[in-house]
């Protein structure tokens, strides 16, 4: 499994890289606090993994990494090798980088 840093993640955001950024967390916790990208609940993303490429970087991000890294082991299963955690989920994101307000 892929790891990427708040840090890492914030400049491939700034640079426009080709990447997918799915929040797996549930709908109250996006409104709370999100940096972007699609919404899919832990509990649809196997129902809704046609939605996800096989190609190409795709970065999967909850609050605090565990969820995404079980939801990207169970994925693995399924052939998707692109596949990057966010370390330590938004709870890092907003420990190192603050604020979304930019995206």
């Known amino acids: 499994m892929h790891q990427i840093t708040p840090t890492e993640l914030k400049s491939w955001i700034e640079s426009n890289k080709g990447f997918l950024l799915v929040d797996i967390r549930e709908g109250w916790e996006r409104e709370l606090f999100n940096i972007g990208g699609i919404h899919i609940p832990m509990g649809d993303l196997f129902l809704k993994q046609a939605d996800i490429p096989k190609d190409g970087d795709v970065v999967l991000y909850c609050e605090k990494g565990i969820r995404s890294t079980i939801a990207i ?16 989920g938004m709870k890092a994101w907003k420990e190192t980088i603050g604020s979304a307000d930019q995206f």
Do not use: A, I, K, V
């Open 73 to 88: 082991q169970r994925m693995e299963t399924l052939g998707f090798h692109n596949l990057y955690n966010l370390s330590g």
